[in-house]
């Protein structure tokens, strides 16, 4: 038998993406051990006029609110994200599932609106269409998940 070799999985470093929207960074302009900065393209550049900060740790939210970065969710913090608005605007389900076919663009804005109740701060969650139908969709599951309990 002859011996196996072993090939380490080298993974990649985590990174946060955090948008400069009021200043470029600078000394005492962003929090210390950035790892680079990137120049915002198309839709980013809304929330990132000086670019897009790299950390490889997480910033904490004393950070975030007094620096005035935007946050760049991942998949992760997306979807983390969805749940606390929908959770937020479950408690009116129906009439957010109606208002949303009835007049899309108050849906949302009232979804954007919530998005930094929930944060607390500005944050930037790429597609906001997408992030409205992952809302809409959660919304609508809690409202069958209702009618399955009355029925």
């Not at 980013?44 to 006029?49: C, F, L, N, P, Y």
């Not at 479950?90 to 954007?112: H, I, N």
Request: proline letters at 6%; one cysteine or more; a neutral charge.
């Amino acid at each position: 038998m002859t011996p196996q070799k072993i090939i380490p999985i080298v993974l990649a470093p985590q990174e946060w993406r955090y948008g400069l929207y009021f200043r470029p960074a600078g000394i005492g302009a962003v929090p210390n051990g950035f790892s680079r900065v990137d120049e915002a393209k198309g839709p980013e550049a809304s929330h990132a006029r000086h670019g897009i900060i790299v950390y490889n740790r997480p910033l904490s939210y004393d950070e975030i609110k007094g620096y005035e970065l935007i946050p760049f969710l991942n998949k992760e913090d997306f979807a983390e994200l969805v749940g606390k608005v929908s959770e937020k605007l479950s408690k009116y389900a129906r009439g957010y599932a109606e208002m949303a076919l009835t007049d899309p663009s108050c849906f949302q804005g009232s979804v954007v609106d919530t998005i930094q109740k929930c944060a607390g701060y500005r944050v930037y969650v790429g597609d906001y269409d997408l992030f409205g139908t992952a809302v809409l969709n959660s919304l609508k599951k809690k409202i069958s998940a209702e009618n399955a309990m009355v029925d």
